[in-house]
């Protein structure tokens, strides 16, 4: 038989832009208005509102129930 054709070189791949060297998401921050909850803040900045004591643990010495409006609250990254 028949030796098998020399392998191609493989073409380079596209250089994929640079990205930064995994740089942590900055926080975020939350004016409160009236109605606004730890739940609530949670489920929309992360997908899910259990996580609420993430941001809770972000801002203390506001108490869950009683958020002041017109506070700004830190959002921490996913």
């Known amino acids: 038989g028949a030796p098998p054709p020399p392998a191609q070189p493989a073409a380079p791949a596209p250089a994929e ?5 995994e740089a942590a998401p900055a926080e975020a921050s939350h004016v409160i208005v009236a ?15 259990a996580r609420w004591k993430v941001i809770s643990g972000a801002n ?9 409006v017109g506070a700004t609250l830190t959002i921490p990254p996913k």
Request: net charge positive; no cysteine.
């Open 17 to 21: 832009p640079a990205k930064p060297a």
């Open 35 to 49: 109605g606004d909850t730890y739940w609530d803040l949670a489920k929309k900045a992360y997908g899910d509102g």
């Open 60 to 68: 203390k010495g506001y108490e869950p129930r009683r958020l002041p």
